[in-house]
C-alpha cells in the first residue's frame, strides 16, 4: 500500500500532467552547495509555480536590484509542489513561488515551511496569509466569467455559477478542468457545497457540451471570436488581449455578484523552504515581491491585485473592497488531491 505522501505525490504528478498551467519551461538548478560555499555566495534557488511569462521580469528586476543570483525552475504549481515532496529536506529549494493556495497547503502540510518575520507578514491583510506564518500573498486573482459582448449582454449573465448548469448554455461554454486555477475554484465549491453538490455542478457543466481548452488565454480567445459565448476563468488574462489587440477585441469580464464558489478571489504565494541554504536572500526574495516596486509590477503588468499598501490600481479593476467575494479562508483551499479526484469520479481528469 502507498503511504500518505507517496499517494499524495502521486495525485500530483496525475494532475500535472493534463495540466494547462505547465507550460512554463523549467530550468535545471545545480546541486546544493556546502554551507561555507552558500555564505560566501549571493545565490538563490526559486522553484517557481507561476509562469516565466508573469514573473520572469520581476526576478530578473530583484536579481539586478540585489546582485543576488537566482536560479528558477518553473512548472505549474502542482507539478513544483510534487517535486518538493519528492525531494523533502534534500531539495535545493530555497523559495517556492506558488500561483494558488492548493499548492503552498499541500508544501506547509508536509512541514517545508520555515516562519516568515512578523514584520514580513504584517505587509499583507491576514485573510492573504498562513494563519501559521508559513507564507505569505503576493497578489490576488479573481475568478471571473469571460463573455463575447456581441453574442452575451450583461444582463443575460446569471449571479451565481451554479446557474450554468441550464441547458440554455448548452454548447456555448469554456473551461479547462486542469488548469489549477479551475482545481482552486472547485476545491472552494467542495468547502462551500460539498461533495455531492460540487460533483452535480461538473456534471451539469458537462451536460451543456462545454468546449474544454489547456488553459485560460485559449479560452478568453476563443470568447472573444465567438467560438464559444462565455468562459471560466482568472481575470487578468482579459487584459493582455485588450493591450495588444485594442478595446475592440470582442470580450469583457464579468464578476459573479452572488458570492458563492464562483466569486473565488485568490492568492499567488510565497515562502521559505527551512532546509533552504539561502535563508537570507530567500528572505530578502520575499521582502522584495512585497515591496512597492513589485506590487506595482504586478498591478500595472500583469493587471492582478496587489496586497500591500500604497499601489496604484488599473482603472480598469473593480477594487477588491467592492467585489462581493467569497468569504473563505486560503488555507481551506489546500485539498488539491481531493479536487482532482472529484474531477476524475466525473470523467474530467483520466
Not at 449582454?153 to 449571479?159: D, F, H, K, R, S
Not at 458563492?260 to 515562502?271: F, K, N, Q, R
Amino acid at each position: 500500500m502507498f503511504g500518505k505522501r507517496t499517494f499524495f505525490v502521486l495525485i500530483l504528478v496525475m494532475t500535472i500532467i493534463i495540466s494547462a498551467c505547465g507550460g512554463a519551461t523549467s530550468v535545471s538548478t545545480a546541486e546544493p552547495a556546502s554551507t561555507e560555499e552558500v555564505e560566501a555566495s549571493d545565490k538563490l534557488v526559486v522553484y517557481s509555480g507561476r509562469s516565466e511569462s508573469l514573473v520572469g521580469p520581476i526576478i530578473a528586476q530583484f536579481s539586478e536590484a540585489t546582485g543576488i543570483e537566482v536560479e528558477v525552475r518553473y512548472g505549474s504549481t502542482a507539478e513544483i509542489a510534487a517535486t518538493l515532496l519528492e525531494e523533502g529536506a534534500n531539495s535545493p529549494a530555497d523559495v517556492f513561488f506558488a500561483q494558488d493556495p492548493g499548492g503552498l497547503g499541500a508544501v506547509t502540510k508536509e512541514g517545508l515551511f520555515a516562519p516568515l518575520p512578523e514584520e514580513t507578514l504584517a505587509k499583507v491583510p491576514a485573510e492573504f496569509r498562513s494563519p501559521d506564518g508559513l507564507w505569505v500573498g503576493v497578489s490576488a486573482r479573481a475568478r471571473v466569467v469571460v463573455y463575447n459582448t456581441e453574442l452575451v449582454q450583461p444582463a443575460e449573465l446569471p449571479e451565481d455559477i451554479w446557474d450554468f448548469t441550464d441547458p440554455k448554455w448548452n454548447n456555448k461554454i469554456g473551461w479547462a478542468p486542469s488548469n489549477g486555477s479551475f482545481l482552486a475554484m472547485v476545491t472552494a465549491m467542495r468547502v462551500v457545497w460539498g461533495e455531492e453538490r460540487t460533483l452535480e455542478w461538473l456534471q451539469g457543466i458537462q451536460a451543456n457540451n462545454p468546449k474544454v481548452f489547456e488553459g485560460n488565454a485559449p479560452i478568453v480567445e476563443a470568447v472573444g471570436n465567438g467560438e464559444v459565448e462565455v468562459g471560466f476563468v482568472n481575470h487578468y488574462y482579459l487584459y493582455r488581449f485588450l493591450t495588444e489587440q485594442g478595446e475592440d477585441f470582442g470580450a469583457r469580464n464579468y464578476f459573479l455578484p452572488g458570492g458563492g464558489p464562483g466569486s473565488l478571489v485568490m492568492v499567488a504565494g510565497t515562502g521559505r523552504l527551512a532546509n533552504g541554504q539561502n535563508e537570507a536572500n530567500a528572505l530578502k526574495f520575499i521582502d522584495f515581491m512585497l515591496s512597492t516596486v513589485a506590487q506595482q509590477y504586478f498591478a500595472s503588468t500583469t493587471y492582478e491585485y496587489a496586497l500591500t499598501e500604497g499601489v496604484n490600481l488599473q482603472r480598469e479593476l473593480t477594487p477588491l473592497a467592492e467585489l462581493n467575494r467569497l468569504e473563505i479562508d486560503m488555507v481551506d483551499l489546500d485539498d488539491l488531491a481531493g479536487t482532482t479526484q472529484l474531477l476524475q469520479e466525473a470523467g474530467l481528469l483520466p
